[in-house]
């Protein structure tokens, strides 16, 4: 069955961390909730940019438009595997996500940022 959310109202997390509610409002005003696990609001997560892009790039009839989000600060930071560093990037409006790297990626990034040229990744077949 359909649900038609209007607004997100809020969310709760279980006193035990293992699952978020999110509770949002339907379009005739009704409260409604969704309870997912952890793993699972991981998986939402990291699906919803790919959604977002492939919405707003049927809407201009242009796959190569991106939903943008302003960078208002960024910080690296040692990861307990010494090999890592973790990347973490936040708006001004508290929306943040971090990421694990590589010391090498990070060193390309850097280069990448500091010379402005692209390296283009390498093409892997399965």
Known sequence: MPIDVRALSGFTIASDGLSVTLHVVDVGGSPLALT??????????????????????????????????PLDSWMIEQAVDPSLVI???RTTDGF??????????????SESIATGI?????????
């Open 36 to 69: 997912l696990r952890v793993d699972e609001l991981g998986m939402l997560a990291m699906t919803l940019p790919n959604l977002i892009n492939a919405a707003i790039g049927r809407q201009y009839s242009d796959s190569s438009c991106r939903f943008t989000y």
């Open 87 to 89: 990347l973490t990037l």
């Open 96 to 109: 943040g996500v971090s990421f694990s790297m590589p010391r090498g990626k990070a060193e390309e990034m």
């Open 118 to 126: 692209r390296k283009q990744p390498a093409m892997v077949t399965h």
